[in-house]
């Protein structure tokens, strides 16, 4: 066999195992994609989650099962369980609730982007008023998938 021939094998095994690789990287990517987005769906509900307070006043409570009253010299997020009886509930406990009035939304919302130069996906984490270059081409021109 001559060397070119050899030559040529040997590229062709090459070739195999990039491409062998590379869709093994795809494969990893599209996962991890999704993970991300099911990560950054569970930071806005934490988000929502954090911008309502709930908070019962300092005060007397009466247990709603037994009717034990418990004095409360702090106030609770959650009220603590009753000293006779365990439970939770209790009459007339109405908690204030303080509405924290979220920032106004930036221009780019976070998701998945796609560079409409490369076409690489970039996932964008942050609200932001600004996008940076795609990681791969240095382009500024990603837009939402
Ligand atoms: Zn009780
Ligand atoms: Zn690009």
Redesign the pocket.
């Known amino acids: 066999m001559s060397s070119a021939q050899e030559r040529a094998k040997e590229l062709a095994r090459e070739m195999k195992r990039a491409i062998m690789e590379a869709k093994t990287a795809e494969a990893r990517a599209k996962r991890l994609g999704e993970e991300v987005l099911l990560a950054l769906a569970e930071a806005k509900k934490e988000l929502e989650a954090a911008s309502t307070i709930v908070e019962y006043p300092t005060g007397r409570y009466e247990c709603k099962q037994c009717g034990h009253g418990s004095i409360f010299s702090q106030p609770y997020r959650e009220l603590p369980a009753c000293d006779n009886c365990g439970s939770h509930e209790y009459v007339g406990a109405e908690p204030t609730i303080t509405k924290i009035t979220p920032p106004p939304p930036r221009k780019y919302a976070v998701g998945m982007y796609e560079?409409t130069?490369?076409r690489?996906r970039v996932v964008v984490a942050e609200e932001t008023d600004e996008l940076s270059p795609?990681d791969?081409?240095?382009?500024h021109?990603l837009r939402p998938v």
């Open positions: 560079c130069g490369c690489t795609c791969v081409c240095g382009a021109k």
